[in-house]
């Protein structure tokens, strides 16, 4: 005798196909359940979703895969804005410092996926911001910025400072916000990629078209920078560069999407009404806009933009090199996203996206300027404590430095060399760091620093010619 049909098993499965837009098959369904179906009983519920038009499917047999309902167009043209899903912290050290607001928010999006309700885009959230009245920041948060951001040229022309810091930005950015990505390029391989156009072997296509594209957005906002705003033509257009050749439609690069998008990893169902998604990137241009203060600018545009998807894909990464603008056009420190982990900025992004909550994000954002503002040469007005992480590894990276330069190597033999001998060094958890560590050191180092490795400045001259 047939099961009765469950509401909670029903409800159960709907929600497990709502998380995956580009669809998944009966097996993975079955194996998400927290209490497995048997095939035949899982068939009967799938075939119960679909007669009441809650999911779709297509194929046939074991090809058979399984998509959400709300997907308008046929599911071999589903777009998905790749995402990486929730990664829990190893370590208590191993994530930036959290507010006790942001630590409740991590708390909430920490439970299993199939426990958090599917959402779907709230106009709201958008619609009760109101400028500069409303705000994200506290006004300690922008007194504090606006310390660490002056660099005493605020009265000179637009892009003066970026213009100064070119070369460093152009690397650092380039390789953090792709790095954020999931990227996998080092950051030695991405220096070489952008001075001389090498491409690493081994690495996939689009991880090299990545990389370039920030390049060309990075050097499209310095050669505008009087002109840039939030407006349709600089965020258009900053997407058509980011997305260069990396898009299945070329005709969708610097176009605000007609098209369902999905998320990977998380319950979040982004807006996908043609003409809504059209209203809200109105809105939302109009009122960061419309913001007076440079740094309340910047991170509603960290929210606002990838909340939407107003994009294909790219929205991230749009949204990442569109913080800058308030920055550029005021010639303060620039924000290269330098040293933030990928899982913080990510489960930041899921805060909003499933419960409107920006606390976890802003945590992300303020770590991430004191972090960029120390490396584009700001005052800090608080000394941090030592890195613990350097303190520990320093013969490592001080071993592994001295060995690079008396080699000599160029910058592709010491991105290889110095992942095999971490490989050794460090536990897999933190082996990327160490490898961050001391490539950056490498990129750092100066006749006037090079004594703390027990170099001669004969030995740092050769490596030097080496290292071009």
Same mark, same amino acid.
């Given at each position: 005798?047939?099961?009765?049909?469950?509401?909670?098993?029903?409800?159960?499965?709907?929600?497990?196909?709502?998380?995956?837009?580009?669809?998944?098959?009966?097996?993975?369904?079955?194996?998400?359940?927290?209490?497995?179906?048997?095939?035949? +009983?899982?068939?009967?519920?799938?075939?119960?979703?679909?007669?009441?038009?809650?999911?779709?499917?297509?194929?046939?047999?074991?090809?058979?895969?399984?998509?959400?309902?709300? !997907?308008?167009?046929?599911?071999? &043209?589903?777009?998905?804005?790749?995402?990486?899903?929730?990664?829990?912290?190893?370590?208590? #050290?191993?994530? @930036?410092?959290?507010?006790?607001?942001?630590?409740?928010?991590?708390? &909430?999006?920490?439970?299993?996926?199939?426990?958090?309700?599917?959402?779907?885009?709230?106009?709201?959230?958008?619609?009760?911001?109101?400028?500069?009245?409303?705000?994200?920041?506290?006004?300690?948060?922008?007194?504090?910025?606006?310390? !660490?951001?002056?660099?005493?040229?605020?009265? /000179?022309?637009?892009?003066?400072?970026?213009?100064?810091?070119?070369?460093?930005? &152009?690397?650092? /950015?380039?390789?953090?916000?792709?790095?954020?990505?999931?990227?996998?390029? #080092?950051? &030695?391989?991405?220096?070489?990629?952008?001075? @001389?156009?090498?491409?690493?072997?081994?690495?996939?296509? =689009?991880?090299?078209?990545?990389?370039?594209?920030?390049?060309?957005?990075?050097?499209?906002?310095?050669? %505008?920078?009087?002109?840039?705003?939030?407006?349709?033509?600089?965020?258009?257009?900053?997407?058509?560069?980011?997305?260069?050749?990396?898009?299945?439609?070329?005709?969708?690069?610097?176009?605000?999407?007609?098209?369902?998008?999905?998320? +990977?990893?998380? $319950?979040?169902?982004?807006?996908?009404?043609? %003409?809504?998604?059209?209203?809200?990137?109105?809105?939302?241009?109009?009122?960061?806009?419309?913001?007076?203060?440079?740094? =309340?600018? #910047? *991170? *509603?545009?960290?929210?606002? *933009?990838?909340?939407?998807?107003?994009?294909?894909?790219?929205?991230?990464?749009?949204?990442?090199?569109?913080?800058?603008?308030?920055?550029?056009?005021?010639?303060?420190?620039?924000?290269?996203?330098?040293? $933030?982990? %990928?899982?913080?900025?990510?489960?930041?992004? @899921?805060?909003?996206? =499933?419960?409107?909550?920006?606390?976890?994000?802003?945590? $992300? *954002?303020?770590?991430?300027?004191?972090?960029?503002?120390?490396?584009?040469?700001?005052?800090?007005?608080?000394?941090?404590?030592?890195?613990?992480?350097?303190?520990?590894?320093?013969?490592?990276?001080?071993?592994? +430095?001295?060995?690079?330069?008396?080699?000599?190597?160029?910058?592709?033999?010491?991105?290889?060399?110095?992942? %095999?001998?971490?490989?050794?060094?460090?536990? #897999?958890?933190?082996?990327?760091?160490?490898?961050?560590?001391?490539?950056? =050191?490498?990129?750092?180092?100066?006749?006037?620093? @090079?004594?703390?490795?027990?170099?001669?400045?004969?030995?740092?001259?050769?490596?030097?010619?080496?290292?071009?």
């Amino acid at each position: 005798m047939p099961r009765t049909i469950s509401p909670s098993e029903l409800e159960a499965i709907a929600a497990i196909v709502s998380l995956h837009p580009a669809g998944i098959g009966v097996e993975k369904i079955r194996n998400s359940l927290s209490a497995p179906l048997p095939p035949r +009983t899982l068939q009967r519920r799938l075939r119960q979703l679909e007669q009441e038009e809650r999911i779709r499917s297509r194929g046939h047999s074991k090809g058979k895969r399984y998509f959400p309902a709300w !997907l308008e167009m046929a599911p071999t &043209l589903v777009l998905r804005e790749e995402e990486t899903p929730f990664i829990p912290h190893k370590t208590e #050290s191993d994530r @930036i410092p959290l507010s006790p607001e942001a630590q409740e928010v991590h708390t &909430l999006i920490h439970r299993p996926i199939a426990e958090r309700r599917p959402v779907a885009y709230n106009a709201d959230f958008l619609h009760s911001y109101i400028p500069n009245k409303t705000y994200y920041l506290t006004p300690s948060m922008r007194e504090e910025l606006a310390k !660490l951001g002056q660099v005493g040229i605020s009265h /000179l022309p637009a892009g003066t400072y970026l213009r100064q810091v070119m070369n460093r930005l &152009l690397i650092d /950015l380039s390789w953090n916000s792709s790095r954020l990505e999931g990227n996998t390029y #080092s950051l &030695l391989e991405t220096e070489r990629l952008l001075a @001389i156009g090498e491409a690493v072997e081994g690495k996939r296509f =689009e991880e090299t078209q990545m990389i370039l594209n920030h390049k060309a957005a990075i050097e499209m906002l310095a050669d %505008q920078a009087d002109e840039i705003a939030f407006d349709r033509y600089t965020i258009c257009n900053l997407h058509a560069v980011l997305a260069d050749n990396l898009l299945f439609d070329r005709n969708a690069s610097g176009r605000v999407r007609s098209r369902g998008v999905g998320i +990977t990893g998380t $319950v979040y169902q982004p807006l996908h009404v043609p %003409q809504r998604i059209e209203e809200y990137f109105e809105e939302i241009l109009t009122k960061a806009e419309m913001i007076s203060d440079p740094y =309340e600018q #910047s *991170f *509603f545009a960290m929210v606002h *933009f990838p909340y939407l998807q107003p994009f294909e894909d790219v929205n991230k990464r749009v949204s990442r090199l569109a913080a800058n603008i308030p920055l550029i056009r005021r010639n303060l420190c620039p924000l290269a996203f330098v040293d $933030v982990p %990928q899982r913080d900025y990510v489960n930041g992004l @899921i805060a909003v996206y =499933e419960l409107n909550r920006i606390e976890y994000l802003r945590d $992300v *954002f303020l770590w991430a300027y004191r972090r960029s503002a120390t490396r584009y040469g700001a005052v800090l007005q608080t000394i941090g404590e030592p890195d613990p992480f350097r303190l520990r590894y320093r013969t490592q990276i001080g071993e592994l +430095t001295r060995s690079v330069v008396l080699a000599p190597m160029d910058k592709g033999q010491a991105a290889r060399w110095i992942a %095999q001998q971490a490989s050794t060094m460090a536990p #897999s958890a933190e082996r990327e760091r160490l490898i961050l560590e001391v490539e950056e =050191e490498l990129s750092s180092l100066h006749e006037g620093s @090079i004594a703390r490795h027990r170099l001669r400045p004969g030995e740092f001259r050769t490596w030097q010619e080496q290292w071009r």
